[in-house]
Every structure is written in C-alpha cells, then in structure tokens.
C-alpha cells in the first residue's frame, strides 16, 4: 500500500476554505485516495474517494495533481464542527475480504471562530 | 437511508468480566461488518471482518471473538476481559462493492479496571 504523508495539525478561521493536502509518492496505477475524518469522540467517517479526477460531494472536495502523487482536501467554508483529525489513505478499489482500513497519524484540522 | 447502531456507548468492566458488544445496521442487506479498537491517541486496529452470516475473519489473536448470528448483527465478546482490552470499539459496515468506503457507528468506549 501507498504511504501517505499529512502536515500535523492546521488551523482555519471559520467560514474560510480549508485545504488539507497529502502526498502519496509511491500511488501505483489502480489506487484510490480516500479521505475520512474522526471528531473528538465519535466514530471515523467517510468524506470522499477519488482516482484521477477531481471529486465533489455535499461533504468536501478532492484535486488530485495530474501525476497523482499528491491531492488535496477541500472544506469550502468551514465551521467549528469540521474540527477534526483529518485522515488520508490509499487503497485498491477493488471488492476484497477484510478491507481493513489503517490510519496514519492524519492531520488535525482546528477551525477557529 | 443506513444507519449503523452500537451499545452500550460506555462501559466499565473489571478484570476477567465477560464482554459483550452489539453493533446492527438498518437500511442494507448483506453488508460487509468490520470490528475496529483504537487505543487512546492511536490508529485503528481491525480486530474482525465478516463477509455474511456465521463467516468470521479474525485479524489480530487476542482473547476476544466475534459472531454474526443474523445478516445485520455483529457482536463482539470476551470470556474474560484484560486490563490491555481498553479501548474504543467501533463497528463499521461497507457495502459489497466498495469496500474501502466505510461507514463507522458511534462506538463503545470499554474501561477494564
């Protein structure tokens, strides 16, 4: 599986576009970049996944470079509750028993008011 | 729309208690079910994935286990709980085609004293 690196923590004011970039190097052809976030507390949830093309959903935007060893995360207007670990993984998309997912050490995103 | 439910929310145990936790889904068939733990400030840990009903894949031998007694049901239990069981237990479902795409319930946050 592809590495992915985060920066550690960002801040945002709120109301603003928060733009949470990871590098993926070492993506090989058949990867995706998926995105999900943990609030203090609660459960990891899905955000968004994406291969090649630039994504948009109700939650959030992804651009992924056109080399795909990088994409960013899009919150266009942030809020309070957007304060979370934001985390970046790369998988296969592909229908396979076990599909564990794994967490790196993410970003924390803290929107400030 | 799917919701994913899991009980009890908290829960403190002592030492060599048995365990057991609850997770449903609402609003899919034949999901993929997942059973995660993240220790405090860690990643997740997949402990359990199950394809359908009485199929049980286990990740990591420890002294928990798991069952799927019916298609929308995943339990998780132990004889005889260790102080190193603490942790955040959450549920996950995935549909059957995209099994990076995760939906994660509220999880149950186990103290064993």
């Known amino acids: 599986d592809a590495k992915t690196t985060q920066p550690p923590s960002m801040d945002c004011a709120e109301g603003r576009a928060a733009n949470l970039p990871c590098n993926h190097s070492?993506?090989?052809?058949?990867?995706?970049v998926y995105w999900y976030r943990q609030i203090h507390s609660q459960g990891p949830q899905y955000i968004i996944h994406?291969?090649?093309n630039n994504e948009t959903n109700e939650m959030a935007s992804l651009i992924i470079t056109e080399d795909r060893k990088s994409s960013t995360l899009i919150l266009p207007h942030a809020t309070l509750r957007d304060t979370a670990v934001y985390y970046c993984?790369?998988?296969?998309?592909?229908?396979?028993?076990?599909?564990?997912?794994?967490f790196g050490e993410g970003t924390q995103l803290t929107v400030n008011p | 729309s799917q919701t994913i439910h899991q009980w009890p929310a908290t829960l403190v145990q002592p030492v060599g208690s048995p365990l057991s936790l609850e997770c449903t889904v609402e609003?899919?068939?034949?999901?993929?079910l997942y059973w995660y733990r993240q220790a405090a400030g860690r990643g997740l840990q997949l402990l359990f994935y199950?394809?359908?009903?009485?199929?049980i894949s286990s990740e990591v031998p420890q002294n928990l286990s798991a069952s799927r007694p019916q298609d929308r049901q995943f339990i998780l239990s132990s004889k005889k709980l260790l102080l190193s069981d603490s942790g955040f237990y959450l549920c996950?479902?995935?549909?059957?085609?995209?099994?990076?795409?995760?939906?994660f319930g509220p999880g149950t946050r186990l103290t064993v004293t």
């Open positions: 996950a479902w995935s549909g059957s085609r995209w099994s990076y795409e995760q939906y």
């Open positions: 070492t993506i090989s052809g058949n990867e995706y």
């Open positions: 994406g291969l090649k």
């Open positions: 993984i790369v998988r296969p998309r592909v229908e396979t028993s076990g599909s564990r997912l794994t």
């Open positions: 609003g899919t068939s034949n999901p993929n």
């Open positions: 199950s394809v359908g009903i009485g199929q």
